[in-house]
């Protein structure tokens, strides 16, 4: 005869447990001038490079619809999504869509954007070498290349 065991598990610590995943790790942080993105975009600094540690890391929020303009990080950047859909794409290549737990390389000297989809917003932790220099920021993305493929 089959044995069937039962677990209770009290309401209150699955509701906990939830409402412990929709916290965000890290503060909203500031706002971000509309200068060399659309839509809105928050920052917070995680950690400023040093002559120890080199690269500089942040966090990144990002309303549904925000993106950056077109950019190239001279030394490169790393892109951990951490929560929410977005996009990235490089100059010439087909648009990608990232979910939580990717890991974007943005290659040294390549052109590129990112941002969050339509529908839902996108979080990310972003570190570059600040030693090989700031980002150069180019035009915007235009409607057509944020909503096509290429």
Request: proline share 6%; net charge positive.
């Amino acid at each position: 005869m089959r044995k069937i065991f039962y677990i209770t598990i009290p309401l209150g610590a699955i509701i906990t447990q939830a409402k412990a995943q929709e916290t965000p790790i890290f503060p909203k942080g500031k706002k971000s001038p509309n200068v060399n993105h659309y839509g809105n975009v928050w920052l917070t600094e995680l950690n400023a490079a040093d002559s120890v540690f080199t690269y500089g890391t942040s966090v990144a929020i990002f309303d549904p619809e925000a993106r950056l303009n077109w950019h190239i990080h001279p030394g490169g950047q790393i892109l951990i999504i951490t929560e929410g859909v977005g996009y990235y794409q490089e100059k010439g290549k087909a648009k990608q869509t990232v979910l939580r737990g990717d890991v974007v390389k943005c290659l040294p000297g390549i052109a590129h954007w990112h941002g969050a989809s339509p529908e839902r917003g996108v979080t990310y932790i972003a570190t570059s070498p600040a030693e090989k220099g700031k980002t150069i920021w180019l035009e915007k993305v235009t409607e057509e290349q944020y909503r096509g493929s290429k």
